[in-house]
Nanobody
Framework: VYLVQSGGGSVEAGGSLKLSCAAS?????VAWFRQAPGKEREGVAS???????RYGDFVKGRFTISKDDAKKSLYLQMNNLEPEDTAVYYC??????????????????????WGQGTQVTVSS
């Protein structure tokens, strides 16, 4: 499985952006991470194999992760963006294509397939 991201860009504070991630194969456990300059990569949101979602504490209801199995795609809708959300955003998948239960949350080490990253810049 490989992942190709699209979306992102620049927006003013309070604005919205939607990130997309298209997979070459089926998706099981998936997530979005982000990395700001000089900081470690951190988890933004995840979906487990049953559709359950988790979010980083900083999200505070502003972002929504979703997955379309028919389209083999993952999305991140980001609303009410803040300058602190400026980062490179990455989609990630566990790489397992034959189903089964998984629930990795925002544990970065559990995801083995990564998108190329897309820049999100929020100006004040």
């Amino acid at each position: 499985v490989y992942l190709v991201q699209s979306g992102g860009g620049s927006v003013e504070a309070g604005g919205s952006l939607k990130l997309s991630c298209a997979a070459s194969g089926p998706l099981r456990c998936v997530a979005w991470f982000r990395q700001a300059p000089g900081k470690e990569r951190e988890g933004v949101a995840s979906i487990n194999s049953l559709g359950g979602t988790r979010y980083g504490d900083f999200v505070k209801g502003r972002f929504t992760i979703s997955k379309d199995d028919a389209k083999k795609s993952l999305y991140l809708q980001m609303n009410n963006l803040e300058p602190e959300d400026t980062a490179v955003y990455y989609c990630a998948a566990d790489g397992v294509i034959h189903g089964g239960y998984c629930d990795f949350g925002l544990a970065r080490s559990k995801y083995y397939v990564w998108g190329q990253g897309t820049q999100v810049t929020v100006s004040s």
